[in-house]
């Protein structure tokens, strides 16, 4: 037993975490978080204490129509994306060099990698769920990193040098000191 638990960890759960309905997590009944192209629920250690230290989580991101997960990666996690509703726009870009654009319909499972560059989007007339698991208990502001964030930090000589447009060119975006989410094609 002592190999396996060096090998997968201490199966025991936190007394801490113990409560009347320690194991039950209603993540329909949790208030979305609102964004201009659709909503995101997520149980995670913060709101719901089982989870420390089982490094797992999961989220329910609604889409409506035109709405785009923003371009993002996680350091510490990988995901798994269950289509539950509608059709999703994928493309994942992975540190193998790997760069796959398909479309996942309800039932189809899709696989992010920690650290690979992945979003998704909703194409379609009615709105798109995708239940996401991942290997982190982290809240999703505290294991995501988005596109907008990143570039938004970068001196715009080097996104000059990088895309070869004059340096100005950058001097209308937004800056961004979080990553944004949700938001809807425009």
Not at 21 to 35: D, N, Q, V, W
């Amino acid at each position: 037993m002592t190999d396996d638990a060096e090998r997968f960890g201490d199966p025991r759960i936190p007394d801490e975490t113990i409560t009347s309905k320690s194991h039950l997590f209603e993540l329909g009944a949790l208030p979305p978080i609102t964004y201009d192209g659709g909503t995101q629920q997520q149980a995670h250690e913060q709101n719901f204490p089982i989870l420390v230290g089982q490094q797992a989580s999961i989220q329910l991101i609604t889409l409506q129509p035109g709405g785009i997960r923003e371009p993002h990666w996680h350091p510490s996690a990988w995901e798994i994306n269950l289509v539950t509703k509608g059709v999703a726009s994928w493309v994942l870009i992975d540190g193998n060099g790997n760069h796959e654009s398909f479309e996942a319909h309800v039932d189809d499972l899709v696989f992010a990698p920690q650290g690979s560059l992945h979003y998704f989007e909703n194409l379609g007339t009615e709105d798109l769920d995708v239940l996401i698991i991942q290997n982190s208990s982290a809240a999703e502001d505290k294991d995501n990193i988005g596109i907008a964030e990143s570039l938004s930090q970068l001196p715009h000589q080097t996104l000059s040098a990088v895309f070869g447009v004059p340096a100005e060119t950058f001097d209308k975006f937004k800056k961004f000191d979080n990553a944004i989410t949700i938001l809807r094609s425009h």
